[in-house]
């Protein structure tokens, strides 16, 4: 049984990129070291340098396939494995055989010639991919229709990426060694352009990176290899489903974007019998994060959280794991053991774990200001619970030793619990275990035994001792507690004006963040603004009915309405400066609406100073052209000849319509500066505009090239104003087209677009002056006076613009200018069409390898 032959793939991001070119190349190298090699099929397009490496190497010739009267050729697989190279040369693995073929497709065909044990080199380009193929299809607006499974190039024995950086291959294609001149224009437009070859770039790069990743998997796991290896950052984000989840996701995005090329992954352990609590409604928004940060989202079920984490990172190959500070409180730490992050460290081994602290998402990492007490109720709670189990628990331990000589340790011991129930509860708590403690001393320590009786004094004054003490303590303790408050409230409240300081200053929507902060800060039920003439202008929270709102003037703007409990003088202060803030919030609003207002209005007085100054001249000019026409005809009217009288009323007429063109455009640019433009939308074929639009310009045969498909569908436009529209946009091509090139007016169909392109052979124009050139009274150099005024490209793009088309400059390659008109295709005219043979772009896009 042969041995199967190896595959090679050459896989580029776009026609051109040079596949073919370096499949033959090798192909001499491999050659000229001693190895069969045929040529089983190559595509060369036409193409001189590719065409001149197929010398040298022996060729099999094609078979021929009769289809519907059309002779094809195919590649012959049955001479190829008859033939029996060592290695045959495979253009274009992607293409479909025509019909009638034995294989479907050219892939098949390199199966059977790897079964027969030739090795094959082929090339693809990534838009045949069949997983990219819509991706592709969203980047270019062009469907391919001919794919291949991913499998198959996936399976190939070595995979190379044939890369060309997207201005070279543009530079490639205006140089015309990827297609003919007449095909250039329209590459350049569509497919071509710089947006779709770097997206098309990076998607190859990033499926090649992809299928590496795979083949390192694959070989770990047939090695048997456990440990980490780090080809590249993966971080892996624990969510938990709590508010921290945001926090976690940025920071490990950050981690991973640190490296340039680094993997987010972010997974959720699900407990197996499904009671673990979880927010859904968290975990559907984290999630939504994770793919905007780039990243992807996973779900395992285990009943040990460590475990999965540190399984699920471990088969990911991660290099970092991130994971949140336990939301868990001290005494629960203490009572329930080392929790998961603890265990996740020692499990992790050599995956690097950041442990990152967070605050509640939402409102609830924003300090709430109510006035308690010094110590929290939680903690009064605890005092009298250690109060009443530590006294019985002390008594059961000293009742062993109880002896007439022993009552000092047991009075001490008794002392030390009243203590450490004042540093934990407060006062009351400890005046409880106070009185407590001695009646405990009194009843059991204290002969005579089991009774209340106070035979001495000293045993009344020790009592007394013990509640003195306690209370001095609690005070300490008290005082000690309210110290760390108010240090507390004042770091949050610098932390909340820090805050209202930095939404005023970045502007934007700062008052309803403000509105928002009040009502979070305070722990309102809800917060609204409304204005002084009674309108509501923000909201922030569900307004309870038949609530009484707290009304706070805010300057004379309006008023701060405040839904839930009353405020406490020290809360009032602290309003008074969020005010305060609100109020210059809502006057840098007002002044940046007004100088939105003024914006427009300084635009308008330039354009009518520019309109004075060309007024100034252009309009005076047809006008004494005109008068000295008609003055000379009055005054020496009967002293001139039939020819002079002629030319005379030839130029009054002349200047009198320039004179019209003039005020019409003038009119003109003023309906699309006020955007009361007419438009009259309809079905337009572009073949029945143009004539009409050659003799108004008084163009001859040959000074204007124009090249339209025949099956170029109608476009949506006002017929009027797109007749114009490409009048000036040809008038201006003819004026700076050097003689023996004329300009050149094409078009094709683009992503549900008809882009028409005026293309000259001038002087062109540089790329900053690109957009100036659509501005009113701009004018190349501004020194030919006969150019007008400089309106035909404004109002031009103005009826494009009008129209619901776009109207771009660009280069014309080999030098010169070309203008880009797009309108959207008639959809009717497009559902007509769709019931014939469906056009597959050919005509703008190229659709075969290179």
Avoid at 200 to 222: C, H, I, P
Avoid at 268 to 279: K, M, Y
Wanted: aromatic letters at 4%; glycine letters at 8%; hydrophobic letters at 45%.
């Amino acid at each position: 049984m042969a041995v199967r032959g190896r595959l090679r793939v050459l896989l580029g991001a776009a026609p051109g990129v040079g596949k073919t070119y370096m499949m033959l190349e090798e192909g001499h190298r491999l050659h000229d070291l001693g190895k069969d090699v045929v040529v089983a099929v190559v595509e060369t397009h036409e193409r001189e340098a590719t065409a001149a490496l197929l010398d040298g190497l022996e060729v099999v010739p094609r078979r021929t396939v009769e289809h519907r009267g059309i002779t094809l050729t195919e590649m012959d697989v049955d001479a190829v494995i008859a033939r029996k190279p060592a290695l045959a040369l495979v253009d274009e693995l992607a293409h479909t055989n025509a019909p009638g073929s034995a294989n479907a497709k050219r892939w098949q065909d390199v199966e059977q010639l790897l079964a027969a044990g030739i090795d094959v080199i082929s090339t693809v380009n990534v838009q045949h991919i069949e997983s990219l193929n819509d991706v592709v299809e969203q980047i270019t607006g062009v469907p391919q229709r001919e794919t291949i499974p991913d499998s198959i190039v996936r399976s190939a024995d070595q995979i190379e990426v044939v890369d060309l950086t997207p201005q070279s291959l543009r530079d490639r294609l205006a140089e015309g060694q990827v297609y003919p001149a007449a095909r250039i224009d329209a590459a350049l437009s569509n497919y071509f352009r710089l947006g779709n070859l770097t997206a098309l770039r990076e998607l190859t790069l990033v499926w090649l990176a992809d299928e590496v990743d795979q083949a390192l998997q694959r070989y770990r796991a047939e090695h048997g290899i456990q440990e980490k290896w780090e080809a590249r950052e993966r971080v892996v984000v624990a969510l938990t489903g709590g508010p921290e989840g945001e926090t976690l996701l940025r920071r490990g995005a950050r981690v991973a974007a640190r490296s340039g090329s680094g993997e987010l992954l972010a997974v959720h352990v699900a407990s197996q019998d499904g009671l673990r609590e979880t927010d859904p409604a968290a975990l559907a928004a984290q999630r939504k994060l994770v793919e905007e940060l780039g990243g992807t989202y996973h779900q395992v079920v285990g009943t040990d959280i460590p475990e999965a984490l540190v399984a699920f990172a471990k088969a990911s190959n991660a290099t970092q794991l991130v994971i949140g500070v336990s939301r868990r409180n001290r005494l629960t730490a203490f009572l329930t053991g080392s929790g998961v992050g603890s265990t996740v460290i020692r499990a992790s081994g050599d995956i690097d774990v950041h442990i990152v602290s967070h605050a509640a998402a939402g409102g609830r990492n924003l300090p709430k200001f109510r006035r308690t007490g010094a110590l929290s109720i939680r903690r009064r709670v605890y005092g009298f619970a250690l109060a009443l189990i530590a006294g019985p628990l002390l008594t059961l331990a000293l009742l062993p030793i109880r002896s007439p000589d022993s009552l000092t340790a047991e009075t001490l011991s008794y002392q030390l619990l009243v203590v450490v129930v004042a540093l934990v509860g407060g006062i009351w708590p400890a005046l409880f275990a106070a009185v407590l403690s001695g009646l405990t001393l009194d009843f059991v320590f204290v002969s005579p035994y089991n009774t209340l009786t106070i035979g001495q004094p000293t045993h009344l004054l020790a009592l007394a001792l013990y509640i003195v003490i306690a209370v001095l303590v609690s005070v300490v303790v008290d005082q000690s507690a309210r110290r760390t408050r108010s240090a507390a409230r004042a770091s949050a409240e610098s932390e909340l004006l820090v805050t209202i300081a930095g939404s005023v200053i970045r502007g934007g929507d700062a008052v309803q963040s403000l509105v928002s902060r009040t009502r979070e800060a305070f722990g309102l039920k809800a917060v609204r603004f409304i204005a002084d003439d009674g309108t509501v202008m923000n909201v922030d929270g569900e307004i309870p009915a038949d609530a009484v709102p707290t009304r706070v003037p805010v300057g004379e703007r309006g008023s701060l309405e405040l839904f839930g409990d009353d405020l406490q003088a020290g809360d009032r202060r602290l309003l008074s400066v969020i005010v305060a803030q609100l109020d210059a919030a809502l006057e840098h609003a007002d002044l940046s609406t007004a100088a939105q207002e003024v914006g427009p209005l300084e635009a308008t007085d330039r354009v009518r100073t520019a309109l004075l100054a060309a007024v100034g001249h252009d309009l005076r000019r047809p006008l004494a052209a005109a008068t000295a026409a008609v003055t000379s005809l009055r005054t020496a009217g009967s002293r001139l000849s039939s020819r002079d009288k002629v030319e005379l009323l030839d130029t009054a007429e002349v200047s009198l319509r320039n004179l019209a063109d003039l005020l019409t455009n003038l009119l003109d640019v003023s309906r699309v500066q006020a955007g009361v433009l007419a438009v009259s939308l309809q079905p337009v074929d572009l073949e029945d505009l143009l004539p009409p639009v050659l003799d108004e310009l008084l163009v001859g045969p040959g000074e204007v090239t124009i090249d339209l498909p025949e099956d170029l569908p109608s476009v949506t436009a006002d017929p009027v104003l797109l007749r114009r529209a490409i009048v000036n946009l040809l008038s201006n091509a003819l004026r700076y087209s050097p003689v023996g090139q004329p300009p050149r007016l094409s078009a094709s169909t683009f992503g549900g677009q008809v882009e028409v392109r005026i293309a000259d052979h001038g002087p062109g124009v540089p790329d900053d002056r690109k957009e100036e050139i659509f501005h009113p009274f701009q004018r190349m150099g501004d020194t030919d006076n006969s150019a007008g005024i400089g309106l035909g490209l404004a109002l031009t793009k103005g009826f494009v613009e009008g129209m619901g088309g776009t109207l771009v400059a660009d280069d014309t390659p080999a030098g010169g200018l070309t203008m880009v008109l797009a309108l959207p295709v008639d959809q009717e005219n497009l559902v007509d069409r769709s019931q014939s043979p469906a056009d597959d772009g050919s005509a703008a896009e190229p659709v075969k390898d290179v």
